[in-house]
């Protein structure tokens, strides 16, 4: 059995990468969580958080500080501080940061089925979040960001208003 955990977020590891947003995770690579995905990501202004996807279990999304744009099946929806989105299985979606600076974003997830669907949308496109072909492989819809790893960076938790 799982032992119980308690962490600060501004203790959880961070890290970045040139083209999608700062992650926050608490989970232990040797211990991941084996039914429900949480971390916070930090967008800048105009950056996505990952590509534009569904997946057939539910997320749910809290925005925790600034503001983002939703892109949900293909149309933008503003978000901004303690919006919540509730993202059931099966909706296509990705976040791009927006406003005059970083939004924070609080997600979780079912990993109760591990896979995603990737496809090409031209409002996601505007903001390099969307594959230029269609797939459900994961290492070919992040073929050309994987190029670039990801690196440790500085929590920047609590972030300054």
């Not at 992650?23 to 534009?52: F, M, S």
């Not at 279990?57 to 503003?78: N, P």
Request: glycine share 6%; proline share 11%.
């Amino acid at each position: 059995m799982a032992e119980p955990l308690f962490l600060n977020i501004a203790d959880w590891p961070a890290q970045v990468h040139p083209r999608r947003a700062m992650q926050l995770d608490p989970e232990d690579d040797a211990a991941p969580w084996p039914d429900t995905g949480v971390n916070v990501q930090v967008l800048q202004p105009g950056q996505p958080n990952c590509r534009y996807h569904s997946e057939p279990v539910q997320e749910d999304f809290l925005v925790l500080y600034g503001e983002c744009i939703a892109i949900v099946e293909g149309e933008e929806h503003r978000l901004g501080r303690w919006d919540f989105f509730h993202c059931p299985a099966g909706v296509e979606h990705v976040f791009v940061g927006a406003g005059e600076g970083p939004c924070a974003i609080l997600m979780i997830g079912s990993r109760r089925v591990d896979a995603a669907h990737y496809p090409v949308n031209e409002t996601a496109a505007k903001y390099d979040a969307s594959v230029a072909e269609e797939t459900d492989d994961p290492a070919e819809a992040y073929a050309d960001w994987r190029q670039e790893p990801w690196q440790p960076a500085a929590n920047p938790w609590p972030l300054a208003d």
